[in-house]
T-cell receptor, first 112, second 111 residues
Framework: NAGVTQTPKFRILKIGQSMTLQCTQD?????MYWYRQDPGMGLKLIYY???????DKGEVPNGYNVSRSTTEDFPLRLELAAPSQTSVYFC???????????FGSGTRLTVV | RKEVEQDPGPFNVPEGATVAFNCTYS??????FFWYRQDCRKEPKLLMS???SGNEDGRFTAQLNRASQYISLLIRDSKLSDSATYLC????????????FGGGTRLMVKP
């Protein structure tokens, strides 16, 4: 079982570029999430999904988009990258409210 | 008021010490509670769930006080490898399956 897999692990973007952060889970979890964590700060929810075809905004969705075409995949799209999007991005999944989340190992993104 | 509040620390303790962290939450209807551990530059990992009756896992004990709306984590006989940030996590119950994360408490165990 791979759990939650995120790619890439590191990326440097120039201002205005776009990219997609990939997230895949093999646990058949319905719930998936994207968080960002700035240095020394807590996790902030960007977007989440309760199942294939269903997505919703979290606390900090501006500048990002998501899609959930399958149970396994939940990519996060950054359009027109800005320095404020420099952060570590974590994808997570869960089976149900009673369970905690399983996190991917993160993507470290720097926008210069 | 933040939904989940933690003392950021750092808590500097010697090996073998007992250390306790508290965390307060604002939503009295919260249903599920967890402690996560996050090592430097790594992803958060579930340490333990917190049950109403309290629960223990080896050197770690978690307790829930619903009346005062706080949860606690007690670590006995601290090891160097316990050095990490400990995240208090709450499911506010009215937010679907969304967990709310505290900012974390940093623990540093010294030789």
């Amino acid at each position: 079982n791979a759990g939650v897999t995120q790619t890439p692990k590191f990326r440097i973007l120039k201002i205005g570029q776009s990219m997609t952060l990939q997230c895949t889970q093999d646990m058949n979890h319905n719930y998936m999430y994207w968080y960002r964590q700035d240095p020394g700060m807590g996790l902030k929810l960007i977007y989440y999904s309760v199942g294939a075809g269903i997505t919703d905004k979290g606390e900090v969705p501006n500048g990002y988009n998501v899609s959930r075409s399958t149970t396994e995949d939940f990519p996060l799209r950054l359009e027109l990258a800005a320095p404020s999007q420099t952060s570590v991005y974590f994808c997570a999944s869960s089976r149900a409210r009673e369970n905690g989340y399983t996190f991917g190992s993160g993507t470290r993104l720097t926008v210069v | 008021r933040k939904e989940v509040e933690q003392d950021p620390g750092p808590f500097n303790v010697p090996e073998g010490a007992t250390v306790a962290f508290n965390c307060t939450y604002s939503n009295s209807a919260s249903q599920s509670f967890f402690w996560y551990r996050q090592d430097c530059r790594k992803e958060p990992k579930l340490l333990m769930s917190v049950y109403s009756s309290g629960n223990e896992d080896g050197r770690f004990t978690a307790q829930l006080n619903r009346a005062s709306q706080y949860i606690s984590l007690l670590i006995r006989d601290s090891k160097l490898s316990d050095s990490a940030t400990y995240l208090c996590v709450v499911n506010p119950s009215n937010a679907g399956n969304m967990l709310t994360f505290g900012g974390g408490t940093r623990l540093m165990v010294k030789p």
